[in-house]
């Protein structure tokens, strides 16, 4: 599930961009009646626009896409009977795991069922999204966040039976997906009413983001779940065709129940140096995120020698291939990284307090706690990916008088354990959940991974005080008053996107419960909210306020879940008009209560509220900030629609 | 998890209530030296304080308790070591299904380790909770929600590693709850970190809330299962003193892994009717709610027959046993049933609509669909208790074209199916959460139960419209609307408990999104709120207020996440004083909304709001009404206080 956001990445030098036309594609896949020999270069071919597609947007899945490529190669073009066609006897194929919808795409757009333009569009407003939606052709559901295909497939598959439609649902499931609990929820429903038009396929790839499956949490013997659960069972050769057809034909005469074709593959196959060889507890460096140049270029070149040499012993020509410019990118001029600040800190604290537990579920990288793990193991539980047990677990280690210290991404953690982090609650222990990757940036890795309703989601849990800070600083201030001062439990939510920072805390700032604190000074309007996303693009709206004549002050209220009455009164009843801003739903984000807090507090404010009303665009930052009206230029606008109200009113 | 709530039924004629004492528990178990005798006695006259306990609180679950009463008892009296003493090297004991509570408090009674006085006192305020909660003693860990045991279990033992302890966690599982991914999730990891000292034992009584396990969804080979997961596993008879012994003696001998015991029982074992027998997809009659006076009866004669035989047969005289009267309790007189009616508008639709699929999670008579059941079988699918299956699998079913209707309790389809529901909203499609139990009250089956945080965990999921209707009318309304009306998703928000309602909808009134209606007309303060539970309770406030000169509005505003502020002008800004009322957290509730539209809309009104600010208590309906401030009586006094500070204000 990590996602490593490099779209800011200056890449030195620029450099051209290689991709297979569909021209060329068509050439090769004419160069041979072998079906076999076919599938190989289709799929290198693939593999070629796969990389450019994540070097256009600066991040994707490289591993889980190769892993996976063979298999939808030989599935869309040999075994899939009009897949995702809608006809009555059509097949229908998703990815579970959905982190391998380049792959997907790359393919859809070989095969002419994509708009070839849409290579160049991944991960930007209007093209392919980061993670499958079904506003994409040919995409049967949205997935990305794991565990949910098998059901799914069974509610196509009665849904379509219920229609009077026959056809198959395949789908796919990554390995390291096995360790969501929904899956095995899901096993025996489907197992029970032998539905055996539902295909399983396990991308057995033995990685997932942070390091090896085996490593992470072992599987066992994935052969006997499934079998224990009721399912037919194959085991073959992901990246050997003949296999995957052999394994289709067993199941052809398997009717009375659900099939799982356990593929071994390997991650990032078909590039020398991406393939996973075992690097156990060690991270897997092609997970997510665009490679370097220098190693974007080497695999181009392995990929186009392979395949021309492919198509030479055929006797054809080499191909030519398209180019496209790199782009380059401004990166941050000295960025805050708040993340890797509260880990820095946790850890610091750690050392001096024993009771400090960390636990993980396969995010280490992406949730600072990397040195934490290097430096304190024996306090260190990794879960895998299993939220809902790591949630729990930390419940029980808290019942047992330690300190849990829980990290996720606040999308995951704040929703597929929402019951059990109300439960934790109800047992009055101390726990601390880190959030990473919330709000609307990135934007590429599309609504799966963009958390805008966690706020909402936890904001009710009793006791739980949940707070984002808005820099590097306010980021030790909260991991070190979740510890050292609040008595029950936190919920820390932090944007992972690094960002250059107009701003800087008082020298004397501390963190007072639902108190905030005045950043830029103003006048006419006071823009509230939180989090470094909001604070710089309130105080670039301020910049472009100023010389319209209109005094617009930045305040942050770190307080995502509580509003000191006292404090509003003081700080905020001078301004005739607040805006709030959430980098989150409106519905029952921030500003919603800063809006009721203004009209129990009894001030007179005129109260304008700004965040997201729908679900969030995937695309460039840029791109989905402006979409969503959360970038400078929309919260200046807001602001100065909100002030020419407000004093036409007074007027 | 069903939950009948009988506390409101007058038990014809009234009737003398029969429990044991301490002394004649101390003088039964002292009849004899022979363990396994010894436990059956035990075990029986904690049967008939179990009974008594219910019978007392109006429900409570029989048949789970009664099936895990002989392994419970033999577990504390001679397996466990110091059990919950929370002394080095103590073994720690809870259960993960959490319904057998009413066992294991009439054990801990009788073994002296909770006060007496308790017996008297299950699910009352400050008393025995309907599920288990830390703030009992010997209650290790907050259960009755379902999945979480072994994931709590794994936390407790690492956490006392950590702190350098001793000692087993041995947990009880019912078998239905196995239908929870969870609980799949969770068995890896303790095997693969070989946690020999952690034993759960799966009371397999073969039985779930609505029918047998085998009808509702089938376990399965659940040896095999465990086994794969890598778990040692033992079977035995969970009546058989003897059996349970030499599964835990064996146990001792494995301490390379973690073990289960899967203990063949007798759900409602001890009380020959009550004993499940194959009902197959037949409802059993004892899994929740007290048992009718005649019934609770012979079952006394059975249980104190059984006794005093055995205490014949080692000679000793037969036990005097104590009673108490069994409570009148004054039922509703002419009380509306929302989700009946619900139920049966939903039916009368689907009749025309083909398109309607309705999906159940084990709780079919809590969700007014058994008629829908028997009458459109092909258009119902039970899912077992796997909340996140049902809501993929819905999702899965509205991408081919249907119209889902999910159920379950509101605090299971809100919490544990979260990111579910926000997945599917990001696929557009349309889908219908019918959510029950919803609110504070029953107030007996204590905080697992009790939804009052659904509001905040659903309000935000983007295009899903949130409605609790009023009275039996509007639940039919809103069912209609949510089908024929609503392009978009819908959750449904129903109280349970049956009601007398002191007012009525206006002939013509029809749902339109946004806007409420005034069910009482008033000059100084509107009450604002939704749902039965508030609305005759604002009411009620309404008619406290009048003498003392305080003219109370009532409005009814079904609309838990829309507010249409042009509706707010028009129907409140006349009110100098607005008080909303949440069945919910007052933190993300309605009342939050409707104060931020109050403020946006410029709405001069003074604005108080009433709700939950704590976990919910465990008593009866009137007790956490009042314990919260949600009767009619708080509301009274917290509008009388508003009013007159608005009218100081003004003076």
Redesign the interface.
């Known amino acids: 599930m990590g996602e490593k956001d490099h779209s800011d990445r200056r890449l030195a030098g620029g450099g051209a961009l290689t991709y297979a036309t569909l021209e060329a594609i068509e050439h090769a896949r004419g160069a041979t009646s072998d079906p076999f020999e076919r599938a190989a270069l289709l799929a290198d071919l693939c593999r070629l626009n796969t990389l450019y597609m994540i070097m256009l947007a600066g991040s994707g899945h490289i591993g889980s896409s190769f892993s996976a490529m063979d298999l939808i190669t030989w599935l869309w073009t040999e075994e899939l009977v009009n897949a995702n066609s809608g006809e009555p006897g059509a097949d229908t194929y998703f990815s579970s795991k959905g982190h391998d919808a380049p792959a997907l795409y790359s393919l859809l757009i070989a095969l002419g069922k994509l708009e070839f333009d849409l290579l160049h569009r991944l991960r930007r407003l209007g093209g392919l999204p980061g993670h499958p939606?079904?506003g994409t052709p040919f995409i049967?559901?949205?997935t990305g966040?794991l565990?949910?295909g098998i059901?799914?497939?069974?509610?196509?598959?009665?849904?379509?039976r219920?229609?009077g439609k026959a056809g198959r649902v395949v789908l796919m499931i990554g390995d390291g997906e096995l360790?969501?609990?929904?899956?095995?929820?899901?096993l025996?429903?489907v197992?029970?009413e032998r539905l055996g038009d539902i295909v399983a396929i396990v991308d057995h790839n033995k990685y997932q983001s942070d390091a090896t499956v085996a490593a992470v949490?072992?599987?066992?013997?994935i052969d006997?779940?499934f079998?224990?659960?009721?399912w037919e069972v194959r085991r073959a050769d992901g990246h050997d065709f003949r296999a995957i057809r052999d394994g289709f034909a067993h199941f052809a005469s398997v009717t009375d129940r659900p099939k799982v074709l356990i593929a071994d593959t390997i991650k990032g196959k078909g590039v020398s140096f991406m393939e996973g060889l075992s690097c156990g507890d060690q991270t897997y460096q092609f997970h997510a995120g665009a490679p370097a140049l220098e190693h974007y270029l080497a695999a181009v070149g392995e990929l186009t020698d392979r395949i021309n040499r492919r198509l030479a012993t055929r006797g054809r020509t080499a191909l030519t291939f398209a180019s496209a410019p790199q782009p380059v990118r401004t990166p941050p001029s000295a960025p805050e990284r708040l993340v890797v600040a509260y880990g820095d800190e946790l850890l610091k604290i750690a050392k001096t307090r024993p009771e400090i537990?960390v636990f993980d579920a396969d995010l280490l990288s992406d949730c600072g706690i990397e040195a934490f793990k290097e430096q304190l193991p024996e306090?260190f539980?990794e879960?895998?990916i299993?939220e809902?047990?790591?949630?729990?677990?930390?419940?029980?280690?808290?019942?047992?008088?330690?300190l849990?210290i829980v990290h996720s991404f606040a999308?995951?953690l704040s929703?597929?354990a929402?019951?059990?982090i109300?439960?934790n609650?109800?047992?009055?222990t101390k726990i601390i959940y880190a959030a990473t990757l919330a709000g609307l940036v990135p934007g590429g890795p599309g609504?799966?991974h963009q958390s805008v309703?966690d706020i909402?989601?936890v904001?009710?849990?009793?006791?739980l005080v949940a707070i984002e800070p808005c820099s590097e600083r306010e980021a030790r201030l909260a991991i070190r008053w979740a510890i050292e001062e609040n008595a029950s439990s936190t919920y820390l939510r932090f944007v992972s996107v690094p960002m250059d920072l107009p701003y800087a805390l008082p020298p004397s700032y501390a963190l007072r419960v639902g108190r905030g604190v005045l950043l830029r000074e103003g006048r006419d309007i006071a823009l509230v909210g939180y989090g470094p996303l909001l604070m710089a693009n309130a105080w670039h709206a301020a910049d472009e306020l100023a010389p319209q004549g209109i005094s617009a002050a930045v305040v942050n209220l770190p307080w995502l879940?509580r509003v000191d009455e006292a404090w509003l009164r003081e700080a905020l009843a001078r301004f005739p008009t607040i805006v709030t801003l959430d980098n989150?739903?409106v519905?029952?984000?921030q500003?919603?209560?800063i809006?009721?807090?203004?009209?129990?507090a009894?001030v007179?404010?005129?109260?304008?509220?700004i965040g997201?009303?729908?679900?969030p665009a995937c695309g460039s930052n840029a791109e989905v900030l402006a979409h969503h009206g959360v970038d400078a230029a929309s919260i200046a606008a807001a602001a100065r629609s909100a002030w020419r109200r407000a004093t036409r009113?007074s007027a």
Chains 1, 2 share one sequence.
């Open positions: 939606d079904v049967a559901a949205n966040s565990g949910m059901s799914k497939a069974y509610g196509m598959l009665r849904g379509r219920q229609a360790q969501e609990g929904q899956i095995w929820e899901s025996q429903p197992a029970n949490s072992d599987l066992g013997r006997d779940k079998r224990a659960f009721g537990i306090r539980i879960c895998g299993a809902q047990h790591m949630v729990s677990a930390a419940g029980g280690m808290a019942l047992a008088g330690l849990p999308s995951f929703t597929r929402n019951e059990q109300y439960n609650a109800t047992e009055r609504h799966s309703r909402s989601a904001g009710s849990v009793p006791g879940n989150h739903y519905a029952l984000g500003g919603v209560m809006a009721a807090a203004v009209a129990r009894g007179g404010a005129d109260v304008r509220s997201l009303i729908d679900t009113a």
